[in-house]
């Protein structure tokens, strides 16, 4: 049944039907809404989980860790900020291949201070051994913190997952979603089975040093891991469709992509406009389309490849930049279509909370089919 | 990982301490308190370092490791775990005094104050000795490092340890306590009035570092006591924010215990300061006087 919620409320409502024992989280604009309706669902004995009030998003992640290693199941959430005080964590939750579930709740990072919406964050964290899936709206993000821990915890897989929406433009928005009962999420999310945990009855040692003999390999072994991740993701989508009827069991998505000529490609939020954008383009007569991509960490290039074949001009909006450089995504679009023929341009958009409309949309793929790219996009002049 | 054999300790041999490491004998001594029933955190450190080479472990029972400063956090979540599973184990954390001191401030401070079941053990070696003898909030005046060598015009360290003892009992701590490795059934029933006290405990353990303060491998217990005899380390035990005992001593000069050092021997040669000697003999006079440690003569000694 759909139910009008804002987006925070929606995913707390399904990581509370998702059972996690232990939860550690400290509060951060845009994601503060969901901690604080666990912490009551807790205080209301509503979620029987212990939830840990820590002094800092560092501290936050490293309770998870113990949580998860000594054998519960856990969440987090956070952002911006949050997430870069986290940093030498997330590494090492995936080092020590806990599967750990936290929501990002995507927003720039300073300086200048700024709590809107962008991704540089997450994507800032793309090296750190994390699955990364992007949310289009609040169901997929719903929807996406059940598979999440599906395949985080699979013994093929056994790594942490950011599910990522975007700050105030999902996180504050009301609208429709179906939550899915306790009872559906219990037949979809069996309870946490640790592949290993702390236990005095067999002692084991976690997070050893290793020398130069050993340290690649451990290294390796997480790569396999974020590989076997996709199929284990596909696996987990098909089996939430057929439960549930709503498909993310591919890692991109195309909307009218078949016979277009020129595709945009982007993650998250700014696809329901782009889809939009795409419509109106098409009744204008140019044949355009939309590549949606829902995970970025393993990253799909394969499917990406196999998507935009034919296309010959693709425009990827990039919600973040790595500075001195180009977009996040631009770069890997770019790297996966080499030697393919097609012209991939990349645009950086709406960083900060700046605003994306369809007609800038269109202008891009105006800018596209031109030839020229590789650009800030809607960059004010007149400040610089 | 199979079972440590009957008879050995929970902390094997064959780790790669250094020959006399007082660190090394403060895990053992701390795994005998605990017995099996426990699990340890370890701070990065030397003592991650040399009893974790990969794929050997000196550990006997449930260890991990994650980052030099999250110690404190991390066995947080491992209580919260516990608890929510309905097991018994004791979570302790062990951790140099750069990992506790300094780095660690933060992750301590929030889990003493949120009050976790949890027992710190702080071994205070007094430099970050891994990484070449640097110093750390826990070095004494006057001690020369790497990062803090005495020099024409510099006396070696500066500043007097960090008290975290008392910053630690502040937080409200049931019991805080400190120890010395020269007396190791003091340390270990200290270790296990704490794990068998709920709530965050905290016992600081002194180390000495023969590689850091530079002296011989064989003399690391006798160093360890001329501290205590000297006033300049102090073993007491605090319940709620109160001293309860302090060990009491006949106090011997402060320089017996600095000549035989490495680290404090820019204070005898090439010439001798006596103006720094005697500011020490003050720090160690005024532990004295703040702990009431000294034996007059007739009083029994304790």
Wanted: charged share 25%; proline share 5%.
């Amino acid at each position: 049944m759909l139910e009008i919620m804002e987006g925070s409320h929606a995913v707390a409502e399904i990581v509370k039907r998702c059972r996690p024992q232990v939860i550690a989280a400290y509060p951060i604009t845009p994601q503060t809404h969901i901690v604080e309706a666990l912490a009551q669902m807790v205080a209301d004995c509503e979620l029987d989980a212990d939830y840990i009030t820590v002094e800092s998003e560092f501290s936050a992640l490293s309770a998870c860790l113990g949580a998860s290693a000594a054998g519960s199941r856990v969440y987090s959430a956070t952002t911006s900020q949050g997430l870069a005080l986290m940093f030498e964590v997330c590494f090492n939750v995936a080092g020590l291949r806990q599967p750990i579930v936290m929501t990002i709740a995507n927003r720039s990072l300073g300086a200048p201070l700024s709590i809107w919406n962008d991704q540089q964050d997450s994507i800032s964290l793309r090296d750190s051994g994390w699955l990364q899936v992007y949310a289009e709206d609040n169901q997929e993000a719903v929807d996406l913190h059940m598979i999440a821990y599906r395949v985080c915890e699979d013994h093929d897989v056994l790594l942490p997952a950011f599910v990522c929406f975007d700050g105030y433009v999902l996180t504050h928005t009301y609208e429709p979603v179906s939550i899915p009962t306790q009872e559906e999420v219990d037949a979809y999310l069996p309870a946490f089975n640790p592949y290993q945990r702390l236990d005095a009855s067999n002692p084991l040692s976690f997070g050893m040093y290793a020398t130069p003999d050993y340290y690649m390999e451990f290294r390796y072994e997480i790569d396999r891991a974020q590989h076997r991740a996709k199929e284990v993701f596909a696996k987990a989508g098909r089996e939430f469709a057929r439960q549930f009827e709503r498909d993310y069991s591919a890692p991109v998505e195309g909307y009218r992509l078949e016979d277009a000529d020129t595709a945009i490609v982007a993650m998250g939020s700014i696809c329901g406009t782009a889809k939009d954008a795409v419509d109106e383009m098409r009744d204008a007569g140019k044949t355009a389309g939309l590549l949606k991509i829902r995970m970025f960490r393993p990253f799909p290039a394969e499917e990406i490849r196999d998507a935009l074949k034919g296309v010959s001009t693709v425009a990827v909006l990039d919600r973040n930049i790595s500075l001195g450089s180009g977009g996040g995504v631009g770069t890997e679009v770019k790297a996966a279509l080499s030697g393919s023929g097609t012209a991939v341009y990349d645009y950086i958009v709406a960083l900060g909370g700046r605003d994306i409309r369809k007609k800038d949309i269109a202008g891009i793929v105006d800018l596209a089919e031109e030839g020229r790219g590789d650009m800030f996009y809607g960059l004010r002049t007149e400040v610089l | 990982m199979t079972a440590v054999p009957e008879g050995c300790d929970l902390f094997t041999p064959g780790h790669r301490a250094c020959g006399g490491c007082g660190p090394a004998l403060a895990a053992r001594l701390l795994l005998r308190a605990t017995g099996e029933n426990v699990i340890v955190v370890n701070s990065t450190g030397c003592m991650e370092v040399f009893s974790t080479p990969y794929p050997e472990t000196a550990w006997g029972v449930p260890w991990i490791h994650s980052l030099f400063e999250n110690a404190a956090a991390v066995a947080s979540g491992i209580e919260a775990s516990l608890k929510k599973q309905g097991r018994s184990e004791k979570v302790v954390c062990i951790c140099g005094d750069g990992a506790t001191f300094d780095i660690g401030m933060l992750c301590i401070s929030g889990a003493f104050e949120r009050g976790h079941d949890i027992t710190y053990v702080c071994y205070d070696n007094e430099a970050y000795m891994n990484t070449g003898i640097q110093r750390s909030g826990a070095t004494p005046y006057a001690a020369s490092t790497t990062t803090s060598p005495a020099g024409a015009c510099s006396p070696g360290n500066v500043r007097p340890k960090k008290d975290m003892p008392a910053i630690l009992a502040a937080h409200g701590a049931p019991y805080v306590a400190t120890a010395s490795i020269a007396y190791p059934a003091d340390f270990e029933k200290k270790v296990r009035r704490a794990i068998n006290t709920p709530g965050p405990c905290y016992i600081q353990v002194h180390t000495p570092c023969c590689t850091g303060w530079g002296f011989e491998s064989s003399e690391t217990i006798n160093m360890a006591k001329l501290a205590i005899e000297t006033g300049l380390w102090v073993n007491y035990e605090m319940a709620n924010g109160t001293v309860e005992k302090a060990k009491k001593v006949k106090r011997k000069p402060v320089e017996e215990y600095l000549s035989r050092q490495k680290r404090f021997q820019h204070l005898f040669k090439p010439t001798r300061r006596d103006d720094l000697i005697a500011e020490i003999q003050r720090i160690a006079d005024a532990n004295a006087e703040r702990f009431g440690i000294d034996i007059r003569s007739k009083e029994p000694r304790e």
